[in-house]
Every structure is written in structure tokens, then in C-alpha cells.
């Protein structure tokens, strides 16, 4: 583990424990504020002050509110490599959040005498939890970015390209304020010229042993400084490393070329970063609620369905009733998806073969069930287990991604999400015969995961109901 992630894990520790401090001197404040003022001119009287088992419990159910809002914000990702100004608005924002769900929660049935009690109590929370979360995180960004300055910081680097632009950056990273970066070396492509600003760095090999210098080194970052006219060597690079735990950055100029491919993220005019996480934390959240609601609801009232399905599957052939098969899921990881089946009985007993429309394996009943996909009803177990989703890129079995990747590697991003029943593929393609229409299908899924939202989640639903009901499936 390098200094820097040994830093990010010692700063992310001080954070929550800063948030918890600031959770519960917020309500504190709060607590003061009720006992002391607004219950008093309420009822009349002084109220006694406790600090009992109700406000042990209320002070660290807002806390844990106001740090899983926190999480869900990204305000603990990316210690080493914070913005203050995005901080500060992030920590603003989190805080009106928890402000707002603790007055619709609980006061906005406490106890007042007028409406302007309100302003009190609210104003203080949030004050408090503005000034005292807000403040911490100043410091410690603060520190982080005194160490950057100062070169106390550095985060290891490699530079890909060895031309003007290659030394144009890096001439840039010398006289502009600095972020961070200690150059290793540089990688040459091919037999490319070498602009004389390079001579500071060492050269440490060829591009094409990039995956092998990583892995020999302890590097955070990798900057491709490549002129125009690279792009499928720049895409090749991308997937090859990718899955590493990195930060990848490109040129500005380059940006045209990516969007199509990847998702990305501005870290000042100097470098375009290639975003290593397609979904946002609080996105991510909702999507997996609102999977795991709709699975359930869907799975009710789905059940005399599959219920049927058994029975005429039991009846049309031998062999069991659900089908499981190997899938990858996000990240790679290895996964049984759950069918009911529709092919006769060892139908794959000489080898993996995607299904045609007049495929023979098929069984009577099997064609009907894919007509109507009724086949895939029992992936909502899969769904509500978290290896799936509602809605994302199919999930393929190794033996034909491997083939999709030796022909389009920037396809290997379809498993940074997870897997879904269906897809945009799936409503624009369909099912694929061969591995070049399962190319052609990825390129819609691919395009689903550069626009990740529930609006879209909904959007695809729909279609793949229109697509059930008209019994478009094969």
C-alpha cells in the first residue's frame, strides 16, 4: 500500500470521527435550544435538562443520518485529492439534507408556541452542524493540500509519451501550482521520437509493457500524454489497466475521442481524468432500492406465472425445472444466474453455444417462455441477492466476453456495473446469435452506462414490458 492510500484511510477514519463529534454537538445545541428555551416559553415553566436514554438515542440516530448522507455525497472518497471549494459546497448541501428530513421527521411535531420556534431550533442544528463539520473538514483539506505544496505529498506517477505534448505537460506540472505528482518515468510508443524536455525523467520501457511496470512499481497515477490520431491505442491502454486501482488521466484534446467510451471527469484545464466509477454513491443507493422494491413486488405477483411454468416445464421434458449457468458480474466476479429452463437436458454437453432463433435444443414450452421472457422471472432472486439488477448490460458467460474483448476491448467497462434482467441492448438488439451481434448489442449497453439514472431504469422498464406484451422476445 503506498503512503498516499495509508493517508486516505488515516484521513477517512479522522472525518467520521470529525462528523460524529459534529453530529453530536449539533443536537446537543439542539437539545439546549428545546429545554432551555422553546419548551419553557411553551408550557410556562423550566424544564428539566436531562441527558438521558432518549437523547443519548436521538443524538446518535441524527449522527449516523448526517454521516450516511455524508457517504452517499462522496464526501469520504477522494481524501487525498479534495477540492475545498466542492468540499464546502458538498458539506453544505449534506447538512441542509439532514436538516430538513430532522424537521419533517421530529420538529415539525415538537413542541412549540409559534411558528418562528421553528427558525430556533432548526437554525441552531444546522448552524452547528454546518460550523463544526464544516470546519473540521477545512483543516484536514487544508493539511492535505499544505503537504501537496510543500512536497510532503507526492503521488507516484507514470508518463505515457514521449513527444511535445508528453513534454509540453510536463513542462506545465513544473511551473503551475503543483498537484502532487512525482514522475517515476516516462513510457516511450514504439520507436517515437523523444522531445529533449523528456531527458529529466527516466525511460522506462514501452507502452506496450505498461501492465507489467505497474504491477513491478508502486504507482497511483498514469498520465497517457499522446497526440491526436491514438485512439485505439489509447482505448487498448484504458482496458489494460483500468481494473487496477489507479487514477488514469488524458489529455484534454483526447477528450472527443473517449466520450463515446468512457465517462469522465474535469481535474483542472491541464487533464481529463477517465472516471473509474460510472455511478455516484447516492445514485447507486437509490437504484439499489428501487431494485430490490421492484424484485419484490414483481416477484408476487409473478408467482402463479412460474408456477405454471414448472408445471408445463415438468410436463414437456425431463430434467429439472430451473436451469443455473456461470455469469460475470460487476467487477468480473463470477456469479450462478437462475432460469427457468428452456432447452432439453444436457443441451450444452459439447461446449458453451448461444441459442438461434430455430434452435433445435429448445424445448415447446422453452420457446413460448422466451417469447415472452417469462423464462427470466426467477433472475429477480438474483436481483434481491445483489448479484444483479433490474436494469443493466446482460450478464455474458466468460467464454464469449473473452471473444467480445479480443475484438473490442472498451467493452470490458460493461462489467464496472452490475448486471441486469434487462437492458437497453435487450430492447434495442435483443438476444444475439452470434458473438458479433453480442458486439453489436454491447454498444447500446455501453451507451446505458454513460447515462446511469433511475429516469432511464424506468424508461428501459417500459420498453421491455411493451416488448413482453407484444411477445417480441426469441
Not at 354 to 381: A, C, N, V, Y
Request: proline fraction near 4%; include cysteine.
Amino acid at each position: 500500500m503506498s503512503s498516499t492510500k495509508k493517508l486516505a484511510h488515516k484521513l477517512l477514519i479522522r472525518y467520521v470521527a470529525g462528523d460524529v463529534v459534529a453530529g453530536t454537538g449539533a443536537y446537543t445545541a439542539l437539545h439546549l435550544a428545546r429545554k432551555l428555551y422553546v419548551e419553557p416559553k411553551k408550557f410556562g415553566t423550566d424544564i428539566p435538562l436531562n441527558f438521558d436514554e432518549t437523547y443519548v438515542f436521538a443524538a446518535a440516530a441524527t449522527t449516523a443520518l448526517f454521516i450516511g448522507i455524508s457517504a452517499l455525497s462522496g464526501i469520504y472518497r477522494d481524501l487525498t485529492r479534495k477540492s475545498r471549494l466542492a468540499e464546502a459546497f458538498n458539506t453544505f448541501g449534506g447538512t441542509v439534507i439532514t436538516a430538513v428530513l430532522l424537521f419533517f421527521l421530529v420538529l415539525l411535531d415538537d413542541y412549540i408556541k409559534d411558528y418562528s420556534d421553528y427558525y430556533l431550533t432548526l437554525g441552531v442544528y444546522s448552524g452547528t452542524l454546518l460550523g463544526l463539520s464544516g470546519l473540521f473538514r477545512f483543516l484536514q483539506s487544508s493539511v492535505v493540500r499544505h503537504k501537496i505544496d510543500k512536497g510532503l505529498l507526492k503521488f507516484p506517477t507514470l508518463l505515457i509519451g514521449s513527444g511535445k505534448d508528453a513534454a509540453d505537460l510536463l513542462y506545465t506540472f513544473k511551473n503551475d501550482r503543483s498537484k502532487g505528482y512525482s514522475f517515476l518515468g516516462y513510457l516511450k510508443i514504439d520507436n517515437s521520437a523523444v522531445d529533449d524536455r523528456m531527458q529529466v525523467l527516466p525511460c522506462l520501457g514501452n507502452s506496450d509493457q505498461l501492465a507489467d511496470i505497474i504491477n513491478d512499481n508502486i504507482v497511483d497515477d498514469v498520465i497517457i500524454a499522446l497526440p491526436s490520431g491514438n485512439s485505439d491505442r489509447i482505448a487498448a491502454m484504458v482496458s489494460a489497466i483500468e481494473h487496477k486501482d489507479i487514477r488514469i488521466h488524458v489529455l484534454p484534446n483526447l477528450f472527443s475521442i473517449l466520450s463515446g467510451q468512457v465517462k469522465m471527469e474535469s481535474l483542472g484545464r491541464s487533464l481529463i481524468e477517465v472516471k473509474r466509477e460510472l455511478v455516484k454513491p447516492h445514485v447507486a443507493f437509490i437504484k439499489r432500492l428501487f431494485d430490490i422494491v421492484v424484485a419484490a413486488i414483481l416477484l408476487v405477483i409473478a408467482a402463479p406465472l412460474i408456477l405454471f411454468s414448472i408445471a408445463m416445464i415438468a410436463v414437456g421434458s425431463k430434467g429439472p425445472y430451473f436451469y443455473t449457468q456461470e455469469r460475470l458480474g460487476k467487477n468480473g466476479k463470477i456469479f450462478k444466474i437462475l432460469k427457468l429452463r428452456s432447452m432439453y437436458q444436457d443441451a450444452e454437453a459439447h461446449g458453451p453455444q448461444l441459442s438461434s432463433e430455430e434452435d433445435p435444443r429448445i424445448t415447446p414450452w422453452g420457446r413460448t417462455m422466451r417469447k415472452f421472457r417469462l423464462d427470466e422471472l426467477p433472475q429477480f432472486l438474483n436481483v434481491l441477492k445483489g448479484d444483479m439488477a433490474i436494469v443493466g448490460p446482460r450478464p455474458e458467460r466468460r467464454f464469449f466476453f473473452d471473444q467480445i474483448i479480443a475484438s473490442a476491448p472498451q467493452y470490458r467497462y460493461l462489467l464496472k456495473v452490475k448486471p441486469g434482467i434487462t437492458s437497453w441492448g435487450m430492447v434495442k438488439f435483443g438476444y444475439a446469435e452470434n458473438v458479433g451481434e453480442m458486439i453489436e448489442r454491447a454498444r447500446y449497453d455501453l451507451i446505458y452506462t454513460e447515462n446511469i439514472t433511475l429516469v432511464n431504469d424506468i424508461k428501459i422498464l417500459f420498453y421491455t414490458l411493451v416488448t413482453v406484451l407484444q411477445g417480441r422476445g426469441k
